[in-house]
């Protein structure tokens, strides 16, 4: 499969704790995304990528969440001192911007998710 | 403000009937729309998406979605749903060019086929 992929799948942690996920976006993509997903919503966008460089960050990316991208391949997504309102369902997307009879289109692969649980 | 908004939480339907899922969006300038579904265990999927060009799309599994600029309405149709419709359906938008990056979603619509 050359999907998306996400690791963990799940994370339980005690709150006050830090943790780290991993997105393996598809290999020839150059943009790489960030939503957070609670229960009932739809996923919500926190941060992204073209190759190595972080172009956008979401006003709900608070200055504990920090996201790297360093090679321009995968990325990880780090909350530090977490907080039960943090207790989420992660997801990541990569695509590359093309164009389509001078149509610029932004479709984006989204991965299986991390679903974070804070205790 | 961009925003997506999708007018049903949940819908009821038995097998064979058929399906409209509304959507509306705001956005400034040409929009990129999409719907989603996510499959109960599953990860979000593309079902369709609207670029430009002819505003009635079609996707995946017979869905089909019609986009209707005077009314900033994408709504998701099928004729007949089956029982492996049974999902949350997320409708989406971008701008053109994706040169802000981001989709922004609807809340979801959750669709229970009874068979």
């Known amino acids: 499969d050359t999907g998306v992929s996400q690791d963990p799948r799940h994370k339980i942690t005690k709150r006050g704790q830090n943790v780290t996920f991993r997105c393996d976006p598809i290999s020839e993509h150059n943009r790489l995304y960030w939503y957070r997903q609670t229960l009932g919503q739809g996923p919500e966008f926190l941060t992204y990528?073209?190759?190595?460089?972080?172009?956008?960050k979401s006003r709900l990316l608070s200055d504990r969440f920090s996201a790297e991208r360093p090679k321009g391949s995968f990325s990880t997504l780090e909350i530090q001192r977490t907080e039960q309102g943090d207790s989420a369902m992660y997801l990541c997307?990569?695509?590359?911007?093309?164009?389509?009879?001078?149509?610029?289109?932004?479709?984006?692969?989204f991965g299986p998710g991390t679903r974070l649980t804070v205790l | 403000a961009q925003s997506v908004s999708q007018h049903n939480h949940h819908v009821i339907l038995s097998e064979a009937a058929s399906l409209e899922l509304g959507c509306n969006y705001s956005y400034g300038g040409t929009v990129n729309l999409f719907w989603y579904v996510q499959y109960p265990g599953q990860h979000l999927q593309l079902l369709l998406k609207y670029f430009s060009g002819d505003p009635l799309v079609k996707g995946i599994k017979g869905f089909e979605a019609e986009f209707i600029k005077s009314k900033f309405s994408f709504n998701l149709r099928k004729p007949s749903v089956q029982w492996s419709d049974t999902a949350e359906y997320f409708c989406a938008g971008a701008n053109y060019g994706g040169s802000q990056g981001n989709l922004i979603f609807g809340k979801g619509t959750k669709l229970s086929v009874k068979p």
């Open positions: 997307a990569s695509n590359t911007l093309g164009a389509l009879a001078g149509v610029s289109y932004n479709e984006q692969f």
């Open positions: 990528f073209q190759n190595e460089a972080q172009l956008e």
